[in-house]
């Protein structure tokens, strides 16, 4: 394998590696990010934020602009219905924040409750209206705007590569596709097999995301489709070793073991640390209770430790008193 193989280009910002940490709502914030990128992840992505909450100056919004050197490459993911308020953002980010390389502009979230206000994926019904859009957003900004597109909006309305060549018109530096159409929301499969040989298709890096649970899942992804990189998001929640994994086979060929429990354990506490430090105890904890037990997902007998975290958890005191329990 080359050892050049995993590295590419997004605009002028090189990225070094496979794996990309998706942006989940309620997870990837500072702190996980931080946490994440020592297992090998090339390009970090933030939670999505909303235009007008940069516009009104709404303080959590701000809080999601906020990023490290730690975590560098890392691309601020926004989420609007019109170009011009879009730009309004990023020029707030850029005053707000120079620790940051490339704008991502959501174009794949799928909930009604964005989809409804005219943003998210229901952007991708119109190519043409896109295509205008970005040419506005594009040339607005120094920094590579990407995008994350979906499938289409149905099976009835499959459009992703007429959306990628009107992206590639208007001057955007990568196009992330989760293969799934909006109509599916998170479930049923993922069809990668509609993506065949997509990258030989395009002039620009293609990323492409959904139930990236294991290596043989984004070995498989990546073979079908030719992309660059995998978006790793729920299949990484409570297993940053899939992220070494996937990171570690690219490079050196070398499939890795996973995790033991005692180092999932160790890597939920150094976690642990890091929210706390983020978000403050009360609500680190709350946000824990959502995302520990999964650092115990796939070992035998965790079910009642599990259901301890979800439901009992209050302090970090607990949280090691409920996980010291294990080790006895």
């Known amino acids: 394998m080359s050892p050049l193989s995993f590295m590419f280009k997004i605009g002028n910002i090189e990225i070094e590696g496979k794996v990309i940490l998706a942006p989940m709502a309620g997870v990837t914030s500072l702190a996980y990010r931080d946490f994440m990128k020592p297992f090998g992840v090339a390009l970090t992505v933030t939670e999505m934020v909303s235009d007008c909450g940069l516009i009104y100056e709404n303080k959590k919004t701000l809080d999601y602009i906020k990023t490290s050197n730690i975590e560098r490459p890392v691309a601020i993911q926004l989420f609007g219905n019109d170009a011009e308020t879009i730009i309004k953002a990023m020029k707030i980010v850029e005053k707000e924040n120079q620790n940051f390389d490339i ?35 594009c040339t607005s900004t120094s920094k590579p705007v990407t995008a994350k597109i979906r499938l289409g909006w149905s099976d009835e309305t499959i459009n992703f590569l007429d959306n990628i060549k009107a992206l590639e018109n208007a001057g955007v530096k990568a196009i992330g596709i989760h293969a799934r159409t909006t109509a599916q929301l998170y479930s049923g499969k993922p069809r990668y097999e509609l993506l065949n040989d997509l990258r030989k298709k395009m002039s620009i890096p293609l990323f492409v995301s959904g139930d990236i649970y294991s290596l043989d899942d984004a070995i498989n992804a990546l073979n079908i489709t030719g992309a660059d990189a995998v978006m790793v998001a729920r299949g990484g929640v409570g297993n940053p070793t899939l992220v070494k994994q996937i990171d570690h086979f690219y490079k050196t060929g070398e499939r890795l073991p996973n995790a033991s429990l005692v180092e999932n354990i160790e890597y939920l506490k150094q976690f642990t640390d890091m929210l706390i430090n983020e978000k403050g105890e009360y609500r680190a904890m709350s946000l824990l209770r959502g995302i520990s037990p999964k650092f115990l997902d796939g070992f035998p007998g965790m079910k009642p430790y599990k259901n301890m975290l979800a439901q009992s958890l209050t302090t970090k005191e607990s949280l090691h008193r409920i996980l010291d329990q294990i080790n006895k």
């Open 103 to 137: 704008f991502d502009i959501n174009l794949g979230c799928p909930v009604p409750k964005v989809t409804k206000a005219g943003s998210g994926s229901v952007l991708l019904k119109n190519p043409a209206k896109l295509q205008d859009m970005f040419t506005k957003i």
